[in-house]
């Protein structure tokens, strides 16, 4: 398969397949006549893997280290990618629950703002603040 097609198959560039190539992530491809890459059925296979990989938001790096159990004894793919997403949902998951709690603190802010009582100051914003409002009731606040 030439790269050109091996790209559009894949749905990446062939400057990306290039790179691939380049880093070792698939297997240097022979050359035609034409001096076009060709791609045989193993790094066909090799090239879907690494954009599959890509997909799942990983790393070159992170490709280049678990193609690199490929082979070795007591690892295998399927074992060292389940602990790399295991890995990643458990960052994503506290990244998630910062940001929930900061959501909510943004929330509580605005609904004690709008919920000041009528008769205060109009630029009052000790409810955003989450201030006890000592504001005086007649004064204006000045920008």
Do not use: F, W
Not at 14 to 19: E, P, Q, S
Not at 28 to 33: L, Q, T
Not at 103 to 124: F, K, N, P, S
């Amino acid at each position: 398969m030439i790269i050109g097609e091996l790209a559009a198959a894949l749905n990446v560039s062939t400057k990306t397949l290039r790179h691939y190539e380049e880093r070792g992530l698939i297997p240097a491809a022979a050359r035609g006549d034409n001096g076009y890459r060709l791609y045989g059925d193993a790094a066909v296979d090799r090239a879907r893997l690494v954009v599959g990989l890509r997909s799942l938001g990983l790393s070159l790096d992170e490709i280049e280290t678990l193609l690199g159990a490929l082979g070795l004894k007591g690892r295998s793919l399927r074992r060292e990618l389940g602990g790399v997403l295991h890995e990643r949902i458990r960052v994503l998951a506290e990244e998630i629950a910062v940001r929930q709690g900061q959501l909510d603190d943004l929330e509580a802010r605005y609904l004690a703002l709008v919920e000041t009582r009528r008769g205060t100051i109009e630029d009052c914003i000790c409810g955003a603040l989450l201030q006890t409002c000592d504001c005086p009731r007649t004064a204006k606040i000045k920008p």
